[in-house]
T-cell receptor
Framework: SQQGEEDPQALSIQEGENATMNCSYK?????LQWYRQNSGRGLVHLIL?????REKHSGRLRVTLDTSKKSSSLLITASRAADTASYFC???????????????FGQGTILTVHP | ETGVTQSPTHLIKTRGQQVTLRCSSQ?????VSWYQQALGQGPQFIFQ???????GRGNFPPRFSGLQFPNYSSELNVNALELDDSALYLC??????????FGSGTRLTVV
């Protein structure tokens, strides 16, 4: 079963606009990660935020994490047509600090950026 | 460019057959995990191997099995294929649970 929900399911914007995607999850986490997937191919890791962090930046990406609300958001600023893809959040929970840490994914947000 | 290679890229099998999917892990990564992604869904965790032993499994039946080799490459085997097994199968390697590199996946179609 999926960890939670992503919102919106689909987002359509014009180049240059900002895109915001939200992710909610249900359990405790060690970290939360965002991935991009182009046309049903492999997943590309975008950014990781740990449970004790509230905000993280990487280039045009900004991720926030609110553990009290069990939610995260991904902001892509000044979007480009090449950002068109599906975006997934995934949580990791490592019980007891073992090396076992499966990724639990949301359903994803399909982002379309029009030139 | 990804350091994880999966083969084959596409595969068509008949219901009831068996299939083996392969994955080479990124250099320095000793953990490999497999995910199944149905069309329009997020990936679902199948299992993970660490130092050649399975150390975590998702909600998949025993006909899904795997191996990890001394060079950390891996295989996913599925017996008695069912139509619902049609999906994109993704392999990910990592050196710890904090960093994953995914392959491009194998698209399996069961007819």
């Amino acid at each position: 079963s999926q960890q939670g929900e992503e919102d919106p399911q689909a987002l359509s914007i014009q180049e240059g606009e900002n895109a915001t995607m939200n992710c909610s999850y249900k359990t405790s986490i060690n970290n939360l990660q965002w991935y991009r997937q182009n046309s049903g191919r492999g997943l590309v890791h975008l950014i990781l935020i740990r449970s004790n962090e509230r905000e993280k930046h990487s280039g045009r990406l900004r991720v926030t994490l609110d553990t009290s609300k069990k939610s995260s958001s991904l902001l892509i600023t000044a979007s480009r047509a090449a950002d068109t893809a599906s975006y997934f959040c995934a949580t990791v929970f490592n019980a007891g600090g073992t090396s076992y840490g499966k990724l639990t994914f949301g359903q994803g947000t399909i982002l379309t950026v029009h030139p | 460019e990804t350091g994880v290679t999966q083969s084959p890229t596409h595969l068509i099998k008949t219901r009831g057959q068996q299939v083996t999917l392969r994955c080479s892990s990124q250099s320095g990564h000793n953990t490999v995990s497999w995910y199944q992604q149905a069309l329009g869904q997020g990936p679902q965790f199948i299992f993970q191997y660490y130092r050649e032993e399975e150390n975590g499994r998702g909600n998949f039946p025993p006909r899904f099995s795997g191996l990890q080799f001394p060079n950390y490459s891996s295989e996913l085997n599925v017996n008695a294929l069912e139509l619902d097994d049609s999906a994109l199968y993704l392999c990910a390697s990592s050196s710890w649970s904090y960093g994953y590199t995914f392959g491009s996946g194998t698209r399996l179609t069961v007819v």
